[in-house]
T-cell receptor
Framework: AQKVTQAQTEISVVEKEDVTLDCVYETRDTTYYLFWYKQPPSGELVFLIRRNSFDEQNEISGRYSWNFQKSTSSFNFTITASQVVDSAVYFC????????????????FGKGTRLHILP | GAVVSQHPSRVICKSGTSVKIECRSLDFQATTMFWYRQFPKQSLMLMAT?????????EQGVEKDKFLINHASLTLSTLTVTSAHPEDSSFYICSARAGTGSYGYTFGSGTRLTVV
């Protein structure tokens, strides 16, 4: 069965500090996608990244970086030099890749980490 | 980029009435759309998978007769909450997969339903 665990329920850091959000996943599949989404107070989900299980390269996008460690089934997300606008709930998610019926795949979300950036 | 439009963004209805939420893919065709529900400070829970032209697939514990899903075209899926009760008050969000490219899944902006 698939499962995504975000052990950190809530984190508060002072602006400009770096912060890492943890994500650990479980799946029996060898091929899957991992995602991070941001949900600001307004509620909409903002796509941040999708990572294919074949690609273990870490990724950096501006102040955001992601560390994918297949050996530990983790896909952690780091924000460097945090800003108040980064305050939001961040969800890690997992989706299997089914080549034969790819339209039927679905995303399983972690419980989210509520991030507070204090000015 | 792929855009999913969800309406209404907020709705307040009386207990016992029905509410319809629309989810439209604006610039792509979505053979499959997904409906999620989110309680305050909780994660998104998948309710059902909506397939164009066929019956929706509901997750365990989701009442089919309570949450009617219709996917009549490749760009529109609707969720109708029938005979709404206060416990149905929640944030409902839809998503669609815009192919296998980098867009991945695109989410609507969500609908906050309050049943009074």
């Amino acid at each position: 069965a698939q499962k995504v665990t975000q052990a950190q329920t809530e984190i508060s850091v002072v602006e400009k500090e770096d912060v890492t959000l943890d994500c650990v996943y479980e799946t029996r599949d060898t091929t899957y996608y991992l995602f991070w989404y941001k949900q600001p107070p307004s509620g909409e989900l903002v796509f941040l990244i999708r990572r294919n299980s074949f690609d273990e390269q870490n990724e950096i996008s501006g102040r955001y970086s992601w560390n994918f460690q297949k050996s530990t089934s983790s896909f952690n997300f780091t924000i460097t030099a945090s800003q108040v606008v980064d305050s939001a709930v961040y969800f890690c998610a997992l989706s299997e890749i089914r080549a034969a019926d790819e339209d039927d795949d679905k995303i399983i979300f972690g419980k989210g980490t509520r991030l507070h950036i204090l000015p | 980029g792929a855009v999913v439009s969800q309406h209404p963004s907020r709705v307040i209805c009386k207990s016992g009435t029905s509410v319809k939420i629309e989810c439209r893919s604006l610039d792509f065709q979505a053979t499959t759309m997904f409906w999620y529900r989110q309680f305050p400070k909780q994660s998104l829970m998948l309710m059902a998978t909506s397939n164009e032209g066929s019956k929706a697939t509901y997750e365990q514990g989701v009442e089919k007769d309570k949450f009617l899903i219709n996917h009549a075209s490749l760009t529109l899926s609707t969720l109708t909450v029938t005979s709404a009760h206060p416990e149905d008050s929640s944030f409902y969000i839809c998503s669609a997969r815009a192919g296998t490219g980098s867009y991945g899944y695109t989410f609507g902006s969500g609908t906050r339903l309050t049943v009074v």
